[in-house]
């Protein structure tokens, strides 16, 4: 998965068929299916009345190869695993179209899970003449401990892929769950769609009935070693080096160079990444020991240089200021070790002229000496091998390492431009340790001193990375959310940028609570403009507007947020981005439920004094957008019909309608005055011509 948030609007796209309203020339809002609230645009259906399904994506295509062209149905001892087969059969029964597969962590249980979705979509291809669309669902759960199974998607000729392996251990009641994901499973089966559901080994009930007769239990692994084989025959086209996984047989064949690395215990995964490694070699002997000493992370080598170093803290010393300091020269990398051991320069002679030399020593270690720089880069995976080693093995270095670095990431510190890099090689750590710690460090970053928005981006990318991790992910999001409230602009700013990510793609559900925390500040800072800006940025996005809309409607008009009015104006301010405002009038055209919602969220707005500026400035964006011809000026001013009726006095209204003292209007604000259907007892007050009067 990438590590790049993704910044920008995503522009609608036309489909065809429904009626269109057409706002300004060259921009397009597609209407239509006006059913139950529910107005279908071109971004999604702008929803009133239902939740918003929990977001999907295709299963890649590279998985769906690797089931079909390398899939391995045979243990290490030649034993025929059905877990497959048996999922295909719970799918194609009668009842329940669920298949829950269940086991311990490295089974192989989601490839199986694909398995018998790509089945099932080749057994309806050839009876109705169509394939299933296979998705994965993204479990974004408002509340991760008690999963809202009515917000599933149940669209028609789907199978869904639904992995709850990590997170279905901290479900509050996962009985009263399990029956809901069968009753949903029953519904499916009316539409044409299947659900296979990934869970581990003992967190989904099976004690009796329906919730029982649907689980597959995982109970034997693949072959690590044919699914390397496969992998390297069929998904990379390398059957040659199929040579280097032989095992001796019959004293005919000589044991190839890779075929000890996987045994009866390894996991199918394993067997994967080695046939990535082995894929990737050269064809050099050279490469060929480079890539399997990835393959093992340096195990050998790591284990000898430490005990080589058993009496030798500043070699050791020198080695942990290598990894964070990787291709900075000889000299910055040994004042980096001295920083560690908290020891001055030496100023003896003797001492300085005995010993090895310098670079002597950083070969020693591993390290490789070119020029003056000093790199790790050579042995790919080495300096992660060695972090995981001093991390396992001397556990007193924690905290005086986690402020080390702290030091050396300051502004004006030894490594202050390689945050980057060290953040990266650090979430790789938190996330193959499953510590929380490590990445409580890379969020102390954030206030270091270094206020850029690049710093703070560069933090909410590796934060994203380890909140989209499989272990470690729940407690990431769930310190997002604390960090959401703190106090501190940098700290919510991080977070709201983390929502402006790729996080905002697989957790939209998350990103907007999150959200609403940052605007709910008291005052606008930098970050409830980042905040605004997130929003924004998710609405755009394709798919997310009906997402945004009802969560932020039901904000505002419900629950009388801050948050919910900031997000009101925010969403509709053309003057930023008219896209929304558009769609939004476009459908309020169609629907008189989306109208009245409008109307209420203005409503609600302008009762509240502590966004009085943003509706006046909202307004008169408002105007602009109608004199520009970005918007239809006839529903526009519906709307605010409504609103002027209710709001009459309250400031903005009053500013719109009767002007202030030493504010010059434009045109397009005396236009709309003009149009403005005022209450009839005002407007007898008002002399003849009460437009130019108001002007």
């Not at 790049?4 to 209407?31: M, N, Q, Y």
């Not at 539409?191 to 029982?212: F, K, M, N, Q, R």
């Not at 080693?389 to 001397?394: E, G, I, M, S, T």
């Not at 009388?560 to 055209?589: C, E, N, T, W």
């Amino acid at each position: 998965m990438s590590q790049e948030p993704g910044f920008g609007p995503v522009p609608p796209g036309p489909p065809p068929g429904p009626p269109s309203v057409t706002p300004t020339p060259g921009f397009r809002v597609d209407v239509g299916n006006n059913q139950n609230s529910k107005i279908v645009v071109a971004a999604g259906s702008v929803t009133m009345t239902n939740k918003p399904q929990l977001p999907v994506a295709d299963i890649p295509q590279a998985e769906l190869d690797v089931v079909e062209l390398a899939w391995v149905d045979l243990s290490a001892r030649d034993e025929k695993i059905r877990i497959a087969d048996e999922a295909i059969e719970r799918l194609t029964r009668e009842g329940p179209r669920l298949a829950v597969v269940a086991g311990p962590v490295g089974y192989g249980k989601r490839t199986a899970g694909i398995k018998a979705l790509a089945e099932v979509s080749r057994r309806e291809q050839e009876l109705r003449g169509k394939p299933l669309t296979l998705q994965e669902i993204r479990p974004d759960w408002e509340r991760p401990g008690s999963p809202d199974i009515s917000v599933l998607p149940d669209d028609p000729g789907r199978g869904y892929l639904l992995d709850v392996a990590a997170e279905i251990g901290s479900w509050n009641n996962p009985g009263n769950v399990a029956e809901q994901l069968v009753s949903h499973a029953e519904k499916l089966l009316y539409v044409g769609s299947y659900l296979v559901v990934i869970a581990d080994d003992h967190g989904w009930p099976d004690d009796s009935g329906t919730v029982a007769r649907v689980v597959v239990r995982a109970t034997t692994r693949p072959s690590a070693h044919r699914v390397a084989k496969a992998h390297l025959e069929t998904v990379y086209r390398k059957p040659d080096r199929v040579r280097w996984l032989s095992t001796a047989s019959g004293g005919v064949e000589q044991t190839g160079s890779a075929a000890h690395l996987l045994n009866d215990s390894s996991r199918p995964a394993d067997g994967v990444r080695l046939a990535a490694v082995l894929a990737d070699v050269d064809g050099t002997t050279e490469g060929l020991k480079t890539a399997l000493g990835t393959f093992q992370e340096w195990h050998k080598d790591v284990q000898r240089v430490f005990k080589d170093t058993n009496e030798d803290p500043e070699d050791r010393a020198l080695l942990i200021s290598t990894l964070f300091l990787d291709r900075e020269d000889a000299l910055t990398v040994q004042c980096g070790a001295r920083l560690l051991l908290n020891e001055p320069q030496n100023t003896d002679v003797r001492a300085i002229l005995t010993g090895p030399d310098l670079t002597t020593r950083l070969e020693k270690m591993g390290a490789q000496v070119t020029g003056r720089a000093v790199t790790l880069k050579h042995k790919p995976g080495y300096a992660r091998a060695v972090l995981l080693h001093l991390w396992q093995q001397r556990a007193d270095i924690h905290p005086p390492l986690l402020k080390w670095l702290d030091t050396v990431t300051a502004p004006k510190g030894l490594a202050s431009d390689r945050l980057a890099d060290i953040s990266d090689l650090l979430v790789e750590l938190a996330i193959a340790e499953n510590d929380i710690r490590v990445v409580d460090q890379i969020h102390a970053w954030i206030d270091n001193g270094d206020n850029s928005t690049e710093h703070r981006q560069l933090i909410a990318r590796v934060l994203t990375v380890a909140a989209e991790s499989d272990n470690l992910g729940a407690a990431v999001r769930g310190l997002l959310l604390d960090s959401a409230q703190d106090p501190s602009p940098a700290v919510a700013t991080v977070v709201a940028f983390v929502c402006q990510g790729e996080f905002a793609e697989n957790y939209p559900r998350q990103s907007l609570v999150r959200l609403r925390h940052i605007l709910d500040r008291p005052g606008i800072d930098e970050a409830v403009l980042a905040a605004q800006g997130a929003l924004r940025d998710i609405a755009a996005r394709e798919n997310q507007l009906p997402r945004v809309w009802s969560t932020v409607i039901k904000w505002a008009t419900e629950k009388k947020h801050l948050a919910g009015h900031r997000a009101f104006l925010s969403l509709l301010d053309p003057s930023i981005d008219p896209y929304v405002l558009q769609v939004m009038l476009a459908a309020a055209q169609q629907d008189p439920d989306v109208k009245d919602a409008l109307v209420e969220g203005w409503n609600v707005a302008l009762a509240d004094s502590r966004v009085d500026s943003e509706c006046r400035a909202l307004l008169v964006a408002w105007a602009r957008a109608r004199e520009a011809e970005q918007v239809p000026d006839g529903i526009v001013t519906e709307i605010l019909n409504d609103v002027v009726v209710q709001h009459l006095y309250s400031t903005p209204i009053s500013a719109l309608i009767f002007g202030e003292p030493g504010v010059a209007n434009d045109a397009a604000v005396i236009e709309l005055r003009k149009d403005l259907r005022l209450p009839p007892s005002l407007t007898a007050a008002l002399p003849n011509d009460p437009s130019s009067a108001r002007s």
